[in-house]
Nanobody, 121 residues
Framework: QVQLVESGGGLVQAGGSLRVSCAAS????????MGWFRQAPGKEREFVAAISWSGGITYYVDSVKGRFTISRDNVQNMVYLQMNSLKPEDTAVYYC??????????????WGQGTQVTVSS
């Protein structure tokens, strides 16, 4: 069982940066792949990034490659998504997920409650 709590969302201007964090509780955190999804108003939730349990494998959706970086700290039970060169189309609720890696993404088993990221033009 893993509980996930996101933080760090907010309002930022286009071209700016923001880091969202996910705090995980549970003794088996390091055995899970972790990921980030997002859901914009009126749209389906979409995969953004994923990282293996060791941190050695990462996946990104094409629209964020080169701008976003996912990382994890298995000692602190934290996952991060560093977002640079933000665009208005990145505006969404960002969700942290724990699960297992699949082909170029993550199959989530646990979700956080989400944190709002708004990018103004």
């Amino acid at each position: 069982q893993v509980q996930l709590v996101e933080s760090g969302g907010g309002l930022v201007q286009a071209g700016g940066s923001l880091r969202v964090s996910c705090a995980a509780s549970g003794r088996t955190f390091s055995s899970y792949a972790m990921g980030w999804f997002r859901q914009a108003p009126g749209k389906e939730r979409e995969f953004v990034a994923a990282i293996s349990w060791s941190g050695g494998i990462t996946y990104y959706v094409d629209s964020v490659k080169g701008r976003f970086t996912i990382s994890r700290d298995n000692v602190q039970n934290m996952v991060y998504l560093q977002m640079n060169s933000l665009k208005p189309e990145d505006t969404a609720v960002y969700y942290c997920a724990a699960g297992r890696l699949s082909t170029a993404q993550i199959i989530p088993g646990y979700w956080g409650q989400g944190t709002q990221v708004t990018v103004s033009s």
